[in-house]
């Protein structure tokens, strides 16, 4: 099973970025899927959730500035956010709870993360 990120990289204060993730493997169902995003000297946090139902989640740095969409048959869910500033800056992870298999649970999956800096 992997999980592979796109987007990221250098973008000035003010700017929007875009990140898609795409899931691939022996994949028979997907739960929650989103981002989470870790700063330097901080511990990892959400930034946006999307339940199999469509709820969405988002941390409360975000909202407002924030959108998300899920695509169940391509496996994918993807951020956009705008107005960026510096503590915008981290590495993004693309989450997803995933049953593969003949397995009956869930289990939790990670991306490799890209890392998002915003200048001033």
């Known amino acids: 099973v992997q999980l592979v990120e796109s987007g990221g990289g250098l973008v000035q204060g003010g700017g929007s970025l875009s990140l898609s993730c795409e899931a691939s493997?022996?994949?028979?169902?997907?739960?929650?899927m989103g981002w989470y995003r870790q700063a330097p000297g901080k511990q990892r946090e959400l930034v946006a959730i999307?339940?199999?139902?469509?709820?969405?989640n988002f941390a409360s740095s975000v909202k407002g500035r924030i959108a998300t969409s899920r695509d169940d048959a391509e496996r994918t869910v993807s951020l956009r956010l705008n107005s960026l500033k510096p503590d915008d800056s981290a590495v993004y992870y693309c989450?997803?709870?995933?049953?593969?298999?003949?397995?009956?649970?869930?289990?939790?999956?990670w991306g490799q993360g890209t890392q998002v800096t915003v200048s001033s």
């Open positions: 999307v339940a199999s139902g469509g709820v969405t």
């Open positions: 989450y997803a709870a995933l049953r593969l298999g003949l397995s009956r649970r869930f289990d939790d999956y």
């Open positions: 493997g022996d994949i028979v169902e997907i739960g929650d």
